[in-house]
Antibody, heavy 119, light 108 residues
């Protein structure tokens, strides 16, 4: 069974930093590109960032470019999101999602971790 | 950037057919994926590549695209279908994912 478990969400002040993790199990991690998708409370889904299995391609949403960095450790079956210069508008649940194939759908999702940016 | 437009809400009577639209410039030339999200839960893929259903998704769920509109159709709607539904495509030029704003389906 595919499992994605996010962690690292917390309350942080504007301008602060946070690192999210996503532990994957139940599939061959380095066969898949992995992504982060976020959802502000009561709002819709917003794609954040994605990375191919071998770092061949990395992409970011314009709203986080230059502030967030996605990475992965295939030996540890883990995905990460380093978030710097956090803003109030970054407050959201952050979901880790597996990409079925390039151009395809997100076929597995974690339950999300909550990041709250507030003073 | 590429924009997907969904109606904020759709209502359907139990047993009837609900249609949720997703508008985008020449969306028919893209692959559209649809997700269901129940309150407090993670999204679940219900339709991919316009019309394919993952295993475990009832045949009552179907998808289509034409011109500037993609449509998720839910036949014989049930109370358990109440959820938010999101369409999604790839802005291939930028390798960026794009979601529609979401549609809240009410079965009443």
């Amino acid at each position: 069974e595919v499992q994605l478990v996010e962690s690292g969400g917390n309350l942080v002040q504007p301008g602060g930093s946070l690192r999210l993790s996503c532990a994957a199990s139940g599939f061959i991690f380095d066969d898949y590109a992995m992504h982060w998708v976020r959802q502000a409370p009561g709002k819709g889904l917003e794609w954040v960032s994605g990375v191919t299995w071998n770092y061949d391609s990395i992409a970011y949403a314009d709203s986080v470019k230059g502030r967030f960095t996605i990475s992965r450790d295939n030996a540890k079956n883990s995905l990460y999101l380093q978030m710097n210069s956090l803003r109030v508008e970054d407050t959201a649940f952050y979901f880790c999602a597996r990409l079925r194939n390039i151009g395809g759908p997100f076929d597995s999702w974690g339950q999300g971790t909550l990041v709250t940016v507030s003073s | 950037s590429y924009v997907l437009t969904q109606p904020p809400s759709v209502s359907v009577a139990p047993g009837k057919t609900a249609r949720i639209t997703c508008g985008g410039n020449n969306i028919g030339s893209k692959s559209v994926h649809w997700y269901q999200q129940r309150p407090g839960q993670a999204p679940v893929l219900v339709i991919y590549y316009d019309r394919d259903r993952p295993s475990g998704i009832p045949e009552r769920f179907s998808g289509s695209t034409s011109g500037n509109t993609a449509t998720l159709t839910i036949s014989r709607a049930e109370a358990g279908d109440e959820a938010d539904y999101y369409c999604q495509v790839w802005n291939s030029r930028l390798d960026q994912g794009v979601f529609g704003g979401g549609t809240k389906l009410t079965v009443l």
